[in-house]
């Protein structure tokens, strides 16, 4: 088992049986890291076990969160498993291009992660705008909503054929390293909050879409830490500024 | 959907609902030729229904076999997905080299196939000793075995990526067709009823591995129509010779 790892988020999963499957798939291609957010029956739950087939330790370790952000806050980058193209404009890889990306950044010693939606309805733009880019796994078009354990194993495939592999792109970040989901939560907040007092973000029926679009320019903007602490003080600055004015 | 078709062959399948995971799987890289060997518990089986997900055609027109070489008779090329290395001749390709190959195959208008074993214990050798190569899909060494439904949406997904693609390589018939696996197997049978009658096979503990190293002898020469007729041809020669002698 290598030590970098790619942890798999699951947003609302529904079947407890879909858990211990994709904990199966997982451990089948060397990943160990699941989590949960809102699971529908709660975990831990009996009924992924037989489907586990012996994954045991990846169930006994899953972490179960109340929202999203918190899901992924220590992560560096995280993908979305989507494939609906989302009224948004974000980056969208084949499953081969994505997992050779998140496997370079975790080489280099990033946290990475991938986000998967529940059984009935896959992800939700505002999960969506969480994340760096979009992940789309070319199904049948009149066929083309994947089960979601098989949608895993597929990720983790990828992820195996890259994560031994000399890279073919790297993204240098010099003594910084990338922000994590967290910091950037914190950022947006930050500016969210701003632009509410400010009057922006006024028009109620426009804001969601709104706040969306701000956040998928700066998810596809590869934050640093530093960066980040920089497009911090630049909303501090301006503020203060309209403040004096 | 392509017309070219990978056929996806299934020998003693246990739980119905694989069966009918399989067929979601199949259907979501465009795959619709489901076959099975003596099923477990009998085909057709209500249980298949609600994890096939609607794929409902793939499990109307599945096809039940009596035994491997009836399921396999009018391919041209059939590969086995096995994890273990068998104590046999084998080519054996990743899942990316063995979906291309078979794919190129295919666009040139051979019919294709991949052979996978019962959720308990995979493939057995003589099954395998029916194929052209193994397929291995390179898993955790320490957690190998993989979901059925999981072995196959890799197979499917593979397929998908090389079915409309140029292919790197192209393996040149002329005018002739790859042979069947019928007639494969008759020729087999044919050699295999004239070495017994000469006594080269009448170690009987020993007969069954010679049997499989010899028909794996000629699943590598990747023959043709034509040269299975010659070979016949030759075996009739010999036999006459040798009882004139």
Redesign the interface.
């Known amino acids: 088992?290598t030590q970098t790892n790619l942890t798999i988020i699951l947003i609302e999963p529904q079947l407890a049986q879909n858990i211990g499957?994709v904990a199966?798939?997982m451990?089948?291609?060397?990943l160990t890291d699941l989590r949960l957010v809102n699971p529908r029956d709660g975990w831990p739950n009996q009924d992924a076990i037989a489907?586990a087939?012996?994954?045991d330790k990846i169930l006994e370790n899953i972490q179960a969160f109340p929202t999203t952000l918190a899901a992924i806050g220590d992560l560096n980058r995280v993908f979305a498993a989507s494939a609906r193209t989302h009224d948004m404009v974000k980056y969208i890889y084949s499953p081969?291009a994505a997992l050779e990306y998140l496997a370079t950044t975790a080489q280099q010693g990033q946290k990475v992660g991938v986000l998967f939606g529940n059984e009935r309805c896959g992800l939700q733009n505002e999960d969506i705008s969480l994340c760096e880019a979009l992940i789309k796994?070319?199904?049948?078009p009149?066929?083309?909503?994947?089960?979601l354990?098989?949608a895993v194993?597929?990720t983790a495939?990828e992820w195996?054929?890259h994560i031994n592999v000399s890279p073919s792109q790297i993204f240098r970040t010099g003594t910084t390293n990338l922000a994590t989901r967290e910091d950037l939560g914190k950022f947006f907040a930050h500016l969210e909050i701003e632009l509410d007092r400010t009057g922006f973000l006024r028009h109620k029926k426009k804001r969601p879409t709104m706040v969306r679009n701000i956040r998928n320019i700066f998810q596809r903007a590869n934050l640093t830490e530093q960066e980040v602490r920089s497009l911090r003080g630049i909303v501090r600055s301006l503020v203060r500024e309209s403040q004096n004015t």
């Open positions: 088992m499957a199966r798939a451990l089948n291609f060397g489907p087939a012996g994954a081969h796994i070319p199904t049948n009149e066929f083309s909503s994947l089960n354990a098989h194993v597929l495939y195996s054929l």
